[in-house]
């Protein structure tokens, strides 16, 4: 079993619709979690990182940690055709290597 | 001005021959990464290193061998190069949060 688990999709969505983006994790340990975007044919880019359990909000953008149930979840609302790309989630311990455990991405289409 | 520089952005070579990814950070940050990411888009740790020390060595075939002349740079060699090599290879510098490079595109015929 891998430590982090995210469906892979693709997730195709209308404009204007709140997506929903989820990873589970196995390691109780995690204590930053992180999500990425990461456009075609380019590097991922940070866009949300929370310290364990809690909401953060960022825009159209919202982060959630459920640590009871191992669960993170990425909200955008108000979906744009440019928000089309991959959202990968990543997840590390506290200890001094700030070695992240990436998920395997969702792809994610927002339909104009 | 670019965080996180790699170059080149794309290489394409024959299998067996040598190669090398040069990477640079200028965001002043102790710890630097080399990444694979595979066709699914899923992207694994290759190297840490802290300050010019190698920290982080996951089950990567001896032919990979990274380099750190200094804090800021993190070069990654291959030697033999095998089709299965054939990858987007991402140096990435950490802080509190990661910042990656643009990526090198490797395609080994």
């Known amino acids: 079993q891998k430590e982090v688990e995210q469906d892979p999709g693709p997730l195709s969505v209308p404009e204007g619709a709140i997506v929903s983006l989820n990873c589970t994790y196995s390691n109780s340990a995690f204590q930053y979690f992180m999500w990425y975007r990461q456009y075609s044919r380019k590097g991922p880019e940070l866009l949300m990182y929370t310290y364990s359990s809690g909401n953060k909000e960022d825009g159209r953008f919202t982060a959630q940690v459920d640590k009871s149930s191992k669960y993170i979840s990425l909200f955008i609302r108000d979906s744009q055709p440019s928000d089309s790309a991959t959202y990968l989630c990543?997840?590390?311990?506290?200890?001094?290597?700030?070695?992240?455990?990436f998920g395997s991405g969702t792809r994610l289409l927002v339909r104009p | 001005d670019t965080a996180v520089s790699q170059t080149p952005k794309y290489l394409v070579t024959q299998m067996g021959n040598d190669k090398s990814i040069k990477c640079e950070q200028n965001?002043?940050?102790?710890?630097m990464y080399w990444y694979k990411q595979d066709s699914k888009k899923f992207l694994k740790i290759m190297f840490s290193?802290?300050?010019?020390?190698?920290?982080i060595n996951e089950t990567v075939p001896n032919r990979f061998s990274p380099k750190s002349p200094d804090k800021a740079h993190l070069n990654l060699h291959i030697n033999s190069l095998e089709l299965g090599d054939s990858a987007v290879y991402f140096c990435a510098s950490t802080g509190e949060t990661q910042y990656f490079g643009p990526g090198t595109r490797l395609l080994v015929l």
């Open positions: 290193y802290n300050n010019k020390e190698l920290i």
């Open positions: 965001l002043g940050h102790d710890t």
């Open positions: 990543a997840m590390r311990r506290t200890d001094s290597s700030y070695k992240l455990i």
